[in-house]
């Protein structure tokens, strides 16, 4: 059983530029989340997406978008990057992201992707 | 929205010590609640978790948790601690009823000394 992978590791862009994360989940997972943690920070919730349909999205703004693929992959997107979107992209997956379903709480987390934006 | 506070941004323990990581939330009718575990350049790992039933919660690694609904907390222990424990803990929280949408705390990181 493969684990959550993400791609890049780490990525430098400028800001203005737009980026594309790469995230597997983890084999039988349906259900994917995105995190972002800024430095000395907790991880906030970007958005969820469940068998390629977005089902939930945190306080981000539209330029922060993504994208589930049949086999459950998932991109990040984000453009016109600024200063502040530096941080690590965590990408979590799940079983079920339906509400009740107690799958849906065992999130199993990639190492992320540290995005520096200068 | 719901709010965490985890009250102690570093804690610093001797090995074989007792070890308290605190977690409080905005007050909510009913809450799911989480405590996760970073280790340096890594992923958050799930230690345990509330749903429902027992307050007490046991997880991997040795740790524990309680629920307290009337001090809206959920406090991390373990009885003896190893160096291999020194990492960030996140407690993570999320109210009951619709999707996944957990709020995270800011972390309590851990420091283990020999």
């Known amino acids: 059983e493969t684990g959550v992978t993400q791609s890049p590791t780490h990525l430098i862009k400028t800001r203005g530029q737009q980026v594309t994360l790469r995230c597997s989940s983890q084999?039988?997972?349906?259900?994917v989340s995105w995190y972002q943690q800024a430095l000395g920070q907790g991880p906030q919730f970007i958005f969820q997406?469940?068998?390629?349909?977005?089902?939930g999205r945190g306080n981000f703004p539209p330029r922060f978008s993504g994208l589930q693929f049949p086999n459950y992959s998932s991109e990040l997107n984000v453009n016109a990057l600024e200063l502040d979107d530096s941080a690590l992209y965590l990408c979590?997956?799940?079983?079920?992201?339906?509400?009740?379903?107690?799958?849906?709480?065992?999130?199993?987390f990639g190492p992320g992707t540290r995005l520096t934006v200068t | 929205a719901q709010s965490v506070t985890q009250l102690d941004s570093q804690v610093p323990v001797f090995e074989e010590a007792p070890v308290e990581l605190r977690c409080n939330y905005s007050?909510?009718?009913?809450?799911?609640l989480f405590w996760y575990v970073q280790y340096p350049n890594q992923g958050l790992q799930l230690l345990l978790k509330?749903?429902?039933?027992?307050?007490l919660v046991k997880g991997i690694n040795g740790f524990e948790a309680e629920f307290n609904k009337s001090q809206t907390s959920f406090h991390l222990r373990k009885p003896s601690v190893h160096i291999s424990d020194t990492a960030e803990y996140f407690c993570?929280?999320?109210?009951?009823?619709?999707?996944?949408?957990?709020?995270f705390g800011r972390g309590t990181s851990l420091i283990v000394h020999p």
């Open positions: 007050s909510s009718v009913s809450v799911y």
């Open positions: 997406y469940y068998r390629e349909e977005e089902n």
């Open positions: 979590a997956s799940s079983l079920d992201g339906l509400a009740g379903l107690p799958s849906a709480y065992e999130q199993y």
């Open positions: 084999s039988g997972h349906n259900t």
């Open positions: 993570a929280v999320k109210d009951g009823g619709g999707s996944y949408i957990p709020t």
């Open positions: 509330y749903l429902s039933g027992s307050t």
